[in-house]
């Protein structure tokens, strides 16, 4: 069965679920479509049920432009097809061309994948995923301390970050759905523990950055988020303004150093993330005809790693300019990990 621009059928869900039981166990269903917030951006990321998967799949990139991942709960194959796959029919000289015909978020769901771009603009207007991610794997530095950052509620998200050598390294996301502050630490810690073995010393190897509301009590719960976090990290919180930690990432996304852009993405680590760079992190179309002044962005599944990541971004920066020793770490800092292991970073 082929659905040929399912994303923007009426009844694609009733077709999807009618179609089940007629292919039975050995048909097979192909869906072609461009990206836009339909049922069909719920097939290509397997959350037709409602809910995300617990583990993201293993991405592939097979050629440049080309992104390829099987799902584990709805079994599809999903291959993502950018222009950049084509560089003898899209030129730089044609893509200037083509993005100054159209109108943005057009330009966004029909050339870069963006998915959520129809209902307001983008946060990060200035990313690019040809230039801020990396397909390849991106290793930390054994000689810097891991920066996590933490955003709370009933989506809690945890990136895991490193500041090498004044460019900011996305490593890995943590995101998880309805887990409690007590249940999603347990999380976090494990995973980091199978993940990041050498820096074993949670409170002096990580820098630890959360929402400044975490460390206030609520009347249904006498401890805090910051609490329940603060038994096992050092934490601090990031900046309160909106702007200033907007703007704490704008600044990286623009800028160079030694060729390389200020924040680079592991793609295959941060694709929540990566999601909302590409669109899904935008501000309600309304905000900007009514109120720009007040403008803050939607709440989604993709806004909480990124206030993460603007906790960790902010928080660091206001702490990291103090010091006079930018190449190792922050002062005071002890590392507890194995520090006669070499240096294997991608960017020193």
Known sequence: MLCDEMAFWDKAQETYSAAMPTLGVRGAMTCISSA????????VFDCVDGNMPEKEPKHFFPTDGVEVWRNSK?????????????????????????KGSMPYHQWMQEYEISWETKVGKPVFPDWSKRTHGSSDEIFPDLGLPLILSIDQGLRPAALVSQYQDGIWICLKEYVAENMGAERFS????????????????????????????????????????????????KVQGGANGWEERRRSVEILLTSMKHGVPGIMVNIGNCPTLVRGFDGAYHYPERYFEREPDKIRPE????????DALQYGVS?????????SRPNIGL?????????NGTRNSRYR
Not at 331 to 339: L, R, V
Request: glycine share 6%; charged share 30%; no cysteine.
């Open 36 to 43: 836009a917030p339909s049922f069909f951006h719920d097939v």
């Open 74 to 98: 709805n079994g599809f194959v999903i291959i993502q097809l950018h222009y950049t796959a084509d560089k003898e029919k899209y030129s730089d000289e044609v893509i200037k061309q083509k």
């Open 186 to 233: 347990e999380y976090v810690i494990g995973e980091l523990r199978k993940d990041y073995r050498d820096w074993r010393n949670l409170k002096e190897d990580f820098l630890t950055f959360i929402d400044p509301t975490a460390f206030n009590r609520r009347d249904v719960d006498e401890r805090t988020y910051a609490m329940v976090f603060g038994k096992y990290f």
């Open 299 to 306: 709440k989604n599944f993709e806004s909480n790693i990124h």
């Open 315 to 323: 928080g660091f920066m206001r702490v990291y300019n103090k010091t």
């Open 331 to 339: 002062p005071g800092f002890k590392f507890g990990g194995d520090t």
